[in-house]
């Protein structure tokens, strides 16, 4: 028996697990069509199940959906409460900056030429008034608040990513020494993949699934041509092609490949597709085995005993 659940990575998360905990098939299936069909038999809950239920009935969709129940899972969890928080600390700084351009001009001429580090240690320290009422008051109190929200910031990024250090590496230690992947890219990849990474059946359905395949875009006299690829894991995507710059600049074998390929006629756009494609390719292989982390487990607990 199989059943399609839409949106098994957000609300349909805690049906999915249900149905597997009792042993059943789970399908991924995408969202009943906005146009078409729907302006034909109409829309209700009786019909988009309906629709589902053809999928899966049909073939459709045979994508198997995250497990999200283990430590990968956890490591996106981390992962999310640290990108929040660097988000939050950059507006902090952002918001100090432009908050100090109105500033009075003995107080400009004394933090604006300060790097950003001692500029926010010099705003904490600044004393706050309990009356507001005056703006230089007011200003000297924001400063210093914004500053302070900075350090806390600052605190907490630096607690996420030790945990994320220590995560990433015990997962997929090759990953990480792979030249060009840091530990927050290695996670990137880590939560695309997600825990149960057997419903990747190739290294092509990776590229895929991170938006590096090309896509045929030929037809006629232009036939064997392909354009870029927008679906996909974006944020994959975007990782990927950091990793493709790096590279381009320090990895001796990617910058022969670049010379090479600019010499046959190739853009720069199209070789950093092209280099996206061979790297989703490499990282594919440095993925871990899908029973690592019960390897992992098993270690543990010998350890322990």
């Known amino acids: 028996m199989a059943f399609g659940v839409e949106g098994t990575g957000s609300y349909g998360v805690g049906l999915a697990r249900f149905l597997r905990r009792h042993g059943t098939t789970v399908r991924e ?29 049909s073939g459709m969709t045979m994508a198997q959906p995250k497990t999200a129940d283990g430590e990968i899972e956890a490591l996106r969890l981390i992962k999310i409460a640290r990108d929040t928080a660097v988000k939050s600390r950059t507006t902090a700084m952002i918001t100090l900056k432009a908050t100090l351009v109105t500033a009075s001009d003995e107080l400009r001429a004394e933090l604006e030429h300060l790097t950003d580090f ?42 996420h990513s030790r945990h994320l250090k220590k995560q990433t590496r015990a997962i997929a230690p090759r990953l990480v020494e792979a030249v060009g992947i840091g530990l927050d890219i290695a996670a990137e990849m880590l939560i695309t993949a997600g825990d149960n990474s057997t419903r990747i059946h190739s290294e092509a359905a990776f590229a895929k699934m991170c938006g590096a395949c090309p896509i045929p875009a030929g037809s006629g006299k232009t036939n064997g041509r392909h ?79």
């Open 29 to 57: 299936v995408h969202r009943p069509p906005r146009r078409g069909e729907r302006r034909m038999s109409g829309k209700s809950d009786t019909v988009d199940a309906e629709h589902t239920a053809r999928q899966v009935l």
């Open 227 to 305: 354009r870029l690829n927008r679906g996909g894991n974006r944020q994959a995507n975007a990782a990927l092609y950091r990793v493709v710059i790096v590279r381009m600049r320090w990895h001796q074998p990617t910058i022969d490949y670049v010379t090479r390929r600019t010499a046959e006629g190739l853009s720069k756009r199209e070789i950093i597709r092209c280099l996206k494609r061979y790297l989703a390719r490499e990282i594919y292989h440095l993925l871990p085995p899908p029973d690592s982390a019960a390897t992992r487990g098993e270690i543990a607990l010998t350890s322990a005993a």
């Open 118 to 159: 001692k500029l926010v240690a010099a705003c904490a320290q600044l004393p706050s008034n309990t009356s507001l009422t005056d703006p230089e008051a007011a200003m000297r109190h924001v400063l210093g608040s914004l500053a302070r929200r900075w350090f806390d910031l600052h605190e907490e990024v630096k607690i």
